[in-house]
């Protein structure tokens, strides 16, 4: 079945792929001045020790997947471990490109594919994805994440990182989220182009049973205002 919503989505990302970086380093409409600037820092700082801390325990040619890996943010990290086979997938050719080039790893497989119709061929050792889950609309939730729970080998590692509802990590042109009300979100550009996309958040215990029922043993945790990051072992 179509989705008009996950369409837009979709669109959105294409059109924002070379933007996409300002949200992240808090550029233009995502700059927030400077207290909570070094806010939204810090916290990004503990989530790249966590994510190095969990590349660094792996073991020798750790193989690894990383879906709706976007422009490369959390793909350079991955790198860094110059022995690990990294499999870097997204939906959008523009998000790839920036990837590519950012990375700078030729050994990097980069695969385009729409993660709501892609089915892995092999397992790896470890899979990552960052601010997705809350983009995945809640009746496809259980599909995707057995999905995922088929790309990880038993015993194998998962490691998730994704948003909180706070009211400045958006752009200041944006509305307010409603988690408790609405699971969309309207998006802009630089240039006022407006797009619908899905925008859920979780809380912990919630996070924690739905990957459990996918297969995962997971621990939840929380930057504090703006992040959560949950790490799983595949039963």
């Given at each position: 079945m179509?989705?008009?919503?996950?369409d837009?989505?979709?669109?959105?990302?294409?059109?924002?792929?070379?933007?996409?970086?300002?949200?992240?380093?808090?550029?233009?409409?995502?700059?927030?001045?400077?207290?909570?600037?070094?806010?939204?820092?810090?916290?990004?700082?503990?989530l790249?020790?966590?994510?190095?801390g969990?590349?660094?325990?792996?073991p020798?040619?750790?193989?690894?997947?990383?879906?709706?890996?976007?422009?490369?943010?959390?793909?350079?990290?991955?790198?860094?471990?110059?022995?690990?086979?990294?499999?870097a997938?997204?939906?959008?050719?523009?998000?790839?490109?920036?990837?590519?080039?950012?990375?700078?790893?030729?050994?990097?497989?980069?695969?385009?594919?729409?993660?709501?119709?892609?089915?892995?061929?092999?397992?790896?050792?470890?899979?990552?994805?960052?601010?997705?889950?809350?983009?995945?609309?809640?009746?496809?939730?259980?599909?995707?994440?057995?999905?995922?729970?088929?790309?990880?080998?038993?015993?194998?590692?998962?490691?998730?990182?994704?948003?909180?509802?706070?009211?400045?990590?958006?752009?200041?042109?944006?509305?307010?989220?409603?988690?408790e009300?609405?699971?969309?979100?309207?998006?802009?550009?630089?240039?006022?182009?407006?797009?619908?996309?899905?925008?859920?958040f979780?809380?912990a215990?919630?996070?924690?049973?739905?990957?459990?029922?996918?297969?995962?043993?997971?621990?939840?945790?929380?930057?504090g205002?703006?992040?959560?990051?949950?790490r799983?072992?595949?039963?």
């Open positions: 179509t989705n008009p919503i996950i837009e989505q979709m669109a959105y990302y294409h059109a924002r792929a070379a933007e996409y970086d300002e949200w992240f380093t808090r550029q233009g409409r995502y700059d927030r001045g400077d207290a909570l600037n070094r806010a939204w820092f810090a916290e990004t700082d503990q790249q020790a966590a994510m190095r969990w590349m660094d325990a792996a020798p040619g750790v193989s690894v997947i990383e879906l709706a890996c976007g422009t490369g943010i959390w793909t350079q990290e991955l790198a860094r471990r110059p022995d690990a086979q990294i499999t997938l997204d939906a959008s050719p523009e998000m790839l490109a920036i990837n590519r080039a950012k990375v700078g790893r030729a050994d990097v497989d980069y695969v385009q594919a729409d993660l709501f119709q892609w089915r892995p061929e092999r397992t790896y050792d470890r899979a990552f994805f960052s601010f997705w889950l809350s983009h995945v609309p809640p009746e496809r939730l259980a599909d995707f994440l057995a999905t995922v729970a088929r790309a990880v080998r038993p015993g194998g590692e998962l490691f998730i990182i994704d948003s909180l509802p706070s009211g400045t990590s958006s752009a200041r042109d944006h509305a307010a989220y409603q988690p009300t609405e699971i969309t979100h309207v998006r802009k550009l630089n240039d006022g182009q407006a797009f619908r996309i899905y925008k859920v979780y809380t215990e919630r996070l924690a049973d739905v990957l459990g029922q996918a297969g995962f043993d997971a621990t939840v945790a929380t930057t205002e703006y992040f959560w990051m949950a799983a072992v595949r039963r």
